[in-house]
């Protein structure tokens, strides 16, 4: 890797240039952070030691609330540090690391929620085979192909991004090791580099994103075809409602940020959005859904009361 690159560090130049501003952001992102690692880990510390939780829903929770903390973690604690400090650098090594990660939890988790949409679908569709087809011994095939193939797919873009040239300014203007940012220093050719994020970052999400739409669609239209009852059309996707807010809320800053031409992209844009699905969101999915599911907020009680 060394014998190919002539830059050993990357400086990364975070969120904002006006540096009077960085105490604030330092305040606001600390706080947020808070809110992810504390809420993350009570829904998967509530879904691990209650016993009526352990069921294929909760265990898909689980997966997420443990993704939401390991992906804020890759850039926050970087970022945080970067806010106070006036030193940037972060090795080459480190750089590359910091982007395999970022790219492997931040894939697996766009291929966990439309498992999650396939288990909703089932649960609603097909309640009486639900216990036989959402087996543990499926859910947890499922889990742990994804997060293979979550992880494949980011060593792919580590390989390729770590095979190219760096000869020239080493300033990244993002706050994380992005492959875009990335590109952008190289002193060679890039456009395999972007055809692959383009082609198979794109292709993941708008698979994972399809199957989630078809398992809504089949879900509403079972519902309407057998009950006829918008009643029961609202009772049953209500109990969707947190997987769908979780759902727009991470998929729709992604699929702009990986599927939009690199040149219309504005420096300034990419950071705003990735600070959406990489930092905000994580901390609003346990408030979505510990606010909207009885039985998360009844354990989170039954916990509070037994400590308290």
């Known amino acids: 890797m060394s014998n ?16 009077e501003l960085n105490p604030i952001l330092f305040a606001i992102f600390f706080t947020i952070y808070f809110v992810n690692i504390t809420g993350n880990g009570a829904i998967l510390m509530i879904v691990i030691l ?5 069921s294929p829903m909760y265990f898909f929770l689980g997966n997420l609330a443990c993704l939401d903390i390991s992906y804020s973690t890759v850039t926050l604690p970087k970022m945080l540090e970067n806010l106070l400090s006036t030193g940037k650098a972060i090795s080459f090594l ?32 097909r309640p009486l085979h639900y216990p036989v087809i959402m087996n543990h011994q ?15 797919h980011a060593l792919l873009h580590a390989i390729m991004t770590s095979r190219l040239s760096f000869c020239g300014p080493n300033h990244v203007h993002h706050f994380f090791c992005d ?22 970052t ?9 199957l989630i739409f078809l398992s809504y669609f089949y879900i509403i239209a079972y519902l309407l075809l057998k009950t006829g009852s918008c009643t029961m059309l609202h009772k049953a996707l209500s109990t969707c409602a947190s997987h769908f807010m979780v759902v727009i809320l991470f998929y729709a800053p992604v699929l702009f940020t990986y599927i939009h031409p690199a040149s219309g992209s504005s420096l300034d844009q990419d950071r705003i959005i990735a600070i959406m699905y990489s930092v905000v969101t994580p901390a609003l999915n346990p408030l979505i859904y510990t606010l909207r599911n009885k039985e998360v907020r009844s354990a989170l009680n039954r916990k509070v009361r037994r400590w308290f």
Do not use: Y
């Open 179 to 200: 492959i875009k940012p990335l590109l952008d220093l190289a002193c060679e050719n890039t456009e395999l580099n972007l055809w692959l994020l383009n082609t198979v």
């Open 138 to 152: 499926l859910c947890v095939h499922m889990t742990v192909t994804i997060w293979i193939m979550g992880f494949l």
């Open 94 to 125: 480190g750089c590359i690391t910091q982007l395999h990660f970022f790219h492997f939890l931040g894939s697996t988790e766009t291929m966990l929620l439309p498992v999650m949409a396939f288990d909703r679908f089932v649960a609603i569709c």
């Open 50 to 54: 209650d016993p009526r939780l352990h």
């Open 202 to 210: 794109g292709t993941i999400a708008l698979t994972s994103f399809f």
């Open 4 to 19: 190919q690159t002539s830059v050993t560090e990357f400086l990364l130049l975070g969120v904002t240039d006006i540096q």
